[in-house]
């Protein structure tokens, strides 16, 4: 009594009610301390095993033989507390949000009620039992408490109204996996033993995300739940399932239980599954460390090459550059004569070779002097079509979006999206911000690199034609030193993208770009740096990433200018790296 009013200071008109509820409990408190009786009074006989004669005791079926006051319940996904479904009653005005169920029962019989609850004041009771009514209660609690109560019909009575409810002005109340354990009172009943625990579980595909997992149903089941090393994690009514938001390149423990209106079984044998490695959709074209070289269609002073020219040190070569056509979005490839190539036909044969030397032929997207825009869903769409009948033409493998002139993150990750949904699982993504661009996650760079992150091959910013820049420890670092390749890539390491996806971008002689060239010895020592904790400068980050993808210059012609100087020295290091 005193409980009730103490949590109720402010119920309106309707201070009557209050006693009559705590009246109530103290007649369940009364009832629970008197001896119980007996469901059979004959001695000698012999009574068939109890049962819980309610209907949809789990809420499986949503509401079916139940009856909540004012519309007031509904059958919810969470939280449960087993199966997949609970009940949900919100209390509004002077309605309590009651919830209710006639079941039969047998003549001087003794039932047990009991039921799992979450909320605040939930009250569970019986009335027209044909004895003593019954009721408890629990002032509110915020994960599942059982409650439970008893009670004895009389001599004619073969039914009995089971409740629940909350209070006047109260949030939301949860009720799961209602019993009125006795007698079969002759209309059937749910399935009270608990399902078999779930054999032949197995994990079946695997992404760096993602592990497939099924099992052998359980034929009492109606749910059944999923734990990731002891934690669950998934609450299915299948036999299968897939888990995501995982680790690239790690090991999991899973199990399964299966449930239903009577509880939840124990969990099953464990099965452990490994994830594949991180870095994006490139299906394991691009190796683990990769050195990125970009290939120039043009010609402006360094050595006019064809691609099979390119040094064998290259991994993923990026074909410079895609140009805008007079539509929004929309690009095309046009190979200048000043290259070499006799014909078109020529250039594909050389993508076709790179391919089989294990190697990657991708379109890059911009350049300083690009003008592509994708800022709407004509543009993106644009943009994706186009990209994708040039890979369908020419055999490349992918795009590089090197858009200097800024872009727009929402329709930019729409066009990627759209285009690796048309490539499959072998595209190519990678990127080549300026520094400025990476400063911060908020940037529209950054945003889209990891808008697409699982999509995503590499980012090689270009550690280059910069100044000086903030480092990740939030100090200033000029360019042309290890301090500045290590300290402004430990930003993109520690802001979200795998350390897969990070590459260094430098130019391959001095000529190569206006500032900002650093000998290949000062590349292999950031990439050392980053790997191994040594070659570092003053800046040393707090941890090492053995999975750093590698690195990238600007280009491979003025890197053929410079005799291979470049490649020769830091592609071993990247092909080396742990």
Same mark, same amino acid.
């Given at each position: 009594?005193?409980?009730?009013?103490?949590?109720?200071?402010?119920?309106?008109?309707?201070?009557?009610?209050?006693?009559?509820?705590?009246?109530?409990?103290?007649?369940?408190?009364?009832?629970?301390?008197?001896?119980?009786?007996?469901?059979?009074?004959?001695?000698?006989?012999?009574?068939? #095993?109890?049962?819980?004669?309610?209907?949809?005791?789990?809420?499986?079926? $949503?509401? +079916?033989?139940?009856?909540?006051?004012?519309?007031?319940?509904?059958?919810?996904?969470?939280?449960?507390?087993?199966?997949?479904?609970?009940?949900?009653?919100?209390?509004?005005?002077?309605?309590? %949000?009651?919830?209710?169920?006639?079941?039969?029962?047998?003549?001087?019989?003794?039932?047990?009620?009991?039921?799992?609850?979450?909320?605040?004041?939930?009250?569970?009771?019986?009335?027209?039992?044909?004895?003593?009514?019954?009721?408890?209660?629990?002032?509110?609690? +915020?994960?599942?408490?059982?409650? /439970?109560?008893?009670?004895?019909?009389?001599?004619?009575?073969?039914?009995?109204?089971?409740?629940?409810?909350?209070?006047?002005?109260?949030?939301?109340?949860? &009720?799961?996996?209602?019993?009125?354990?006795?007698?079969?009172?002759?209309?059937?009943?749910?399935?009270?033993?608990?399902?078999?625990?779930?054999?032949?579980?197995?994990?079946?595909?695997?992404?760096?995300?993602?592990?497939?997992?099924?099992?052998?149903?359980?034929?009492?089941?109606?749910?059944?739940?999923?734990?990731?090393?002891?934690?669950?994690? #998934?609450?299915?009514?299948?036999?299968?399932?897939?888990?995501?938001?995982?680790?690239?390149?790690?090991?999991?423990?899973?199990?399964?239980?299966?449930?239903?209106?009577?509880?939840?079984? %124990?969990?099953?044998?464990? &099965?452990?599954?490994?994830?594949?490695?991180?870095?994006?959709? =490139?299906? @394991?074209?691009?190796?683990?460390?990769?050195?990125?070289?970009?290939?120039?269609?043009?010609?402006?002073?360094?050595?006019?090459?064809?691609?099979?020219?390119?040094?064998?040190?290259?991994?993923?070569?990026?074909?410079?550059?895609?140009?805008?056509?007079?539509?929004?979005?929309?690009?095309?490839?046009?190979?200048?004569?000043?290259?070499?190539?006799?014909?078109?036909? =020529?250039?594909?044969?050389?993508?076709?070779?790179?391919?089989?030397?294990?190697?990657?032929?991708?379109?890059?997207?911009?350049?300083?002097?690009?003008?592509?825009? &994708?800022?709407? =869903?004509?543009?993106?769409?644009?943009?994706?079509?186009?990209?994708? %009948?040039?890979?369908?033409?020419?055999?490349?493998?992918?795009?590089?979006? $090197?858009?200097?002139?800024?872009?727009?993150?929402?329709?930019?990750?729409?066009?990627?999206?759209?285009?690796?949904?048309?490539?499959? /699982?072998?595209?190519?993504?990678?990127?080549?911000?300026?520094?400025?661009?990476?400063?911060?996650?908020?940037?529209?760079?950054?945003?889209?690199?990891?808008?697409?992150?699982?999509?995503?091959?590499?980012?090689?910013?270009?550690?280059?034609?910069?100044?000086?820049?903030?480092?990740?420890?939030?100090?200033?670092?000029?360019?042309?030193?290890?301090? !500045?390749?290590?300290?402004?890539?430990?930003?993109?390491?520690?802001? @979200?993208?795998?350390?897969?996806?990070? @590459?260094?971008?430098?130019?391959?002689?001095?000529?190569?770009?206006?500032?900002?060239?650093?000998?290949?010895? &000062?590349?292999?020592?950031?990439?050392?740096?980053?790997?191994?904790?040594?070659?570092?400068?003053? !800046?040393?980050? +707090?941890?090492?990433?053995?999975?750093?993808?590698?690195?990238?210059?600007?280009?491979?012609?003025?890197?053929?200018?410079?005799?291979?100087?470049?490649?020769?020295?830091?592609?071993?290091?990247?092909?080396?790296?742990?």
């Amino acid at each position: 009594m005193d409980r009730v009013r103490q949590g109720r200071l402010g119920v309106r008109r309707r201070f009557g009610a209050v006693i009559a509820v705590g009246a109530a409990a103290a007649l369940a408190v009364t009832a629970l301390a008197a001896p119980a009786q007996s469901a059979d009074a004959n001695a000698g006989s012999v009574r068939a #095993a109890d049962v819980n004669v309610a209907k949809n005791a789990g809420f499986e079926s $949503d509401l +079916s033989n139940w009856t909540c006051a004012a519309n007031s319940g509904a059958a919810v996904t969470s939280p449960v507390h087993g199966g997949a479904k609970a009940l949900k009653a919100t209390p509004a005005g002077q309605d309590t %949000a009651e919830c209710s169920q006639t079941v039969a029962v047998k003549p001087n019989s003794t039932y047990k009620l009991s039921s799992w609850v979450q909320g605040s004041y939930i009250y569970l009771g019986a009335r027209g039992t044909g004895t003593t009514d019954v009721s408890t209660w629990t002032p509110g609690t +915020s994960a599942w408490q059982q409650l /439970s109560t008893s009670f004895t019909t009389g001599a004619n009575t073969t039914s009995v109204t089971v409740y629940t409810h909350g209070w006047y002005g109260q949030s939301a109340y949860y &009720v799961d996996d209602v019993s009125v354990f006795g007698p079969d009172g002759g209309g059937g009943t749910d399935p009270v033993e608990i399902p078999a625990v779930p054999t032949g579980l197995a994990a079946g595909a695997t992404t760096s995300t993602t592990v497939d997992l099924s099992w052998t149903p359980v034929s009492t089941a109606t749910a059944y739940t999923v734990y990731r090393d002891g934690t669950k994690v #998934a609450s299915v009514s299948g036999a299968s399932t897939t888990v995501t938001g995982l680790t690239p390149e790690t090991t999991y423990s899973f199990q399964v239980s299966a449930s239903n209106a009577a509880g939840e079984s %124990a969990k099953s044998t464990a &099965v452990s599954a490994r994830t594949g490695k991180g870095g994006g959709g =490139d299906g @394991g074209t691009v190796p683990k460390h990769a050195l990125t070289g970009y290939w120039q269609n043009f010609n402006n002073g360094a050595t006019v090459q064809k691609l099979r020219d390119v040094s064998a040190q290259y991994d993923i070569i990026a074909v410079s550059f895609a140009d805008a056509t007079t539509t929004p979005g929309q690009i095309t490839f046009n190979l200048d004569p000043a290259v070499g190539y006799s014909s078109t036909a =020529d250039f594909k044969a050389d993508i076709a070779a790179k391919h089989a030397a294990g190697k990657s032929v991708i379109l890059s997207v911009g350049g300083e002097k690009g003008t592509i825009s &994708v800022n709407s =869903d004509a543009s993106a769409t644009a943009f994706a079509n186009s990209a994708y %009948a040039l890979m369908q033409e020419y055999g490349f493998d992918g795009v590089d979006i $090197d858009l200097e002139n800024g872009l727009n993150p929402t329709y930019m990750t729409k066009a990627l999206r759209q285009l690796a949904a048309k490539a499959g /699982s072998k595209f190519v993504l990678t990127m080549a911000p300026q520094t400025i661009d990476m400063q911060s996650t908020s940037g529209g760079y950054f945003q889209t690199a990891l808008n697409v992150k699982d999509i995503l091959t590499v980012v090689n910013m270009q550690y280059y034609n910069s100044g000086s820049m903030l480092g990740c420890d939030g100090k200033v670092y000029s360019q042309g030193s290890v301090d !500045f390749l290590t300290a402004l890539a430990c930003i993109q390491l520690e802001g @979200g993208l795998d350390p897969s996806q990070v @590459g260094i971008g430098v130019p391959a002689s001095t000529r190569a770009a206006g500032s900002g060239y650093v000998a290949p010895s &000062v590349v292999n020592n950031a990439l050392d740096c980053l790997t191994r904790g040594t070659g570092c400068g003053s !800046f040393k980050p +707090s941890k090492t990433y053995p999975a750093l993808r590698g690195a990238m210059t600007w280009s491979t012609n003025w890197d053929a200018t410079a005799g291979s100087a470049w490649s020769n020295a830091v592609g071993p290091k990247v092909h080396g790296l742990p």
